[in-house]
């Protein structure tokens, strides 16, 4: 029963350590495309343009290796 328990606590933990690394990225792309629906709300093209400006800002942080 034990070592059950340990390796549920090994687990878990494995699995916050995932969610830590997954976290941030996760939260830039949920901003950036509630961001772009929102400027489609008021004007539709303004949606691509936004979502647009912020793949190549966000492309652009990848090359010169930003976080």
């Given at each position: 029963?034990?070592?059950?328990?340990?390796?549920l606590?090994?687990?878990?933990?494995?699995?916050?350590?995932?969610l830590?690394?997954?976290?941030p990225?996760?939260l830039l792309?949920?901003?950036?495309?509630?961001?772009?629906?929102?400027?489609?709300?008021?004007?539709?093209?303004?949606?691509?343009?936004?979502?647009g400006?912020?793949?190549?800002s966000?492309?652009?942080?990848?090359i010169?290796?930003g976080?």
């Amino acid at each position: 029963m034990n070592q059950y328990l340990q390796a549920l606590q090994r687990g878990a933990a494995e699995v916050r350590a995932a969610l830590v690394r997954v976290a941030p990225d996760s939260l830039l792309v949920g901003g950036a495309a509630a961001i772009s629906y929102g400027a489609w709300m008021i004007y539709p093209p303004a949606g691509f343009i936004v979502g647009g400006l912020l793949s190549i800002s966000g492309g652009v942080l990848l090359i010169r290796g930003g976080q």
